[in-house]
């Protein structure tokens, strides 16, 4: 291939967007390589099939998304990959949207109050274990019920992504409960339509708590129980 058949940088840049020294960055890390180098002058070229996935990546980073995740995507054939991916990152710019948006309510009460800015811990809970004397039960009705998805090589339901506000563990133990363990649990979940999500943990084997209920001072709930006899507090959002 020629020289006439390839782009300068400077042409490459001006196709796809991205910025001449993007493109050295992006070339240095390995995350997209010139056709070519000229190992005399250093000059770098790049072939016009190679502008559709240099746009991609502009428009990946344009979103924030992580080179060494771009670098996944780019080099998954089937998929899975990109949509993991994607799905990870989409739920940290909502954290973070909504870490925006607490923010602001703060400051704009410290403003207009006067108010101390209070230290928020940053310490939070991760992780909760519930004893599952019925384990293949237990594990099949968080998933008819919830739509959850149970890892088996760490016995637990995933709830958001690793390093994200909405990371959290829902552990099972089959052993809990014998020999000394710790009795049924109670923990609660928010949902965004009750009565459907209560008629569905029905479905899927709960027990009956206490039916769909309100009060004055909490959001509408009501209380099932999983085949474990764990009780779940599900919650209006």
């Given at each position: 291939?020629?020289?006439?058949?390839l782009?300068?940088?400077?042409?490459?840049?001006?196709?796809?967007g991205?910025?001449?020294?993007?493109?050295?960055?992006?070339?240095?890390?390995?995350?997209?390589?010139?056709?070519?180098?000229?190992?005399?002058?250093?000059y770098?070229?790049?072939?016009?099939d190679?502008?559709?996935?240099?746009?991609?990546?502009?428009?990946?980073?344009?979103?924030?998304?992580?080179?060494?995740q771009?670098?996944?995507?780019?080099?998954?054939?089937?998929g899975?990959?990109?949509?993991?991916?994607l799905?990870?990152?989409?739920?940290?710019?909502?954290?973070?949207?909504?870490?925006?948006?607490?923010?602001?309510?703060?400051?704009?009460?410290h403003?207009?109050?006067?108010?101390?800015?209070k230290?928020?811990?940053?310490?939070?809970?991760?992780?909760?274990?519930?004893?599952a004397?019925?384990?293949?039960?237990?594990?099949?009705?968080?998933?008819?019920?919830?739509?959850?998805?149970?890892?088996?090589s760490?016995s637990?339901?995933?709830?958001?992504?690793?390093?994200?506000?909405?990371?959290?563990?829902?552990?099972l133990?089959?052993?809990?409960?014998t020999?000394?363990?710790?009795?049924?649990?109670?923990f609660g979940?928010?949902?965004?339509?009750?009565?459907?999500?209560h008629?569905?943990?029905?479905?899927?084997?709960a027990?009956?708590?206490?039916?769909?209920?309100?009060?004055?001072?909490?959001?509408?709930?009501?209380?099932?129980?999983?085949?474990?006899?764990?009780?779940?507090?599900?919650?209006?959002?």
């Open positions: 291939m020629s020289h006439r058949e782009l300068s940088i400077g042409e490459f840049s001006l196709k796809t991205l910025s001449i020294p993007a493109l050295r960055h992006y070339d240095e890390v390995g995350l997209l390589l010139p056709a070519r180098v000229d190992p005399g002058t250093g770098r070229r790049y072939r016009l190679q502008a559709p996935q240099a746009t991609l990546i502009r428009h990946l980073r344009s979103v924030d998304v992580p080179i060494d771009i670098r996944t995507m780019l080099s998954d054939q089937s899975h990959d990109v949509a993991a991916v799905q990870a990152h989409r739920e940290r710019l909502l954290e973070r949207a909504h870490a925006i948006a607490r923010l602001a309510e703060t400051l704009g009460r403003n207009e109050e006067g108010t101390d800015m230290t928020v811990k940053e310490d939070r809970v991760v992780q909760a274990t519930l004893p004397g019925e384990l293949e039960a237990t594990v099949s009705f968080y998933t008819q019920a919830f739509g959850l998805e149970y890892d088996e760490i637990s339901f995933q709830f958001g992504a690793w390093e994200t506000d909405s990371f959290f563990l829902l552990t133990d089959a052993a809990a409960g020999d000394g363990g710790f009795g049924p649990a109670m979940l928010y949902v965004d339509d009750l009565d459907a999500a008629s569905a943990a029905l479905a899927a084997g027990a009956l708590v206490q039916a769909p209920f309100e009060t004055d001072y909490a959001p509408r709930r009501s209380v099932v129980a999983d085949p474990s006899g764990n009780r779940i507090s599900l919650t209006q959002r």
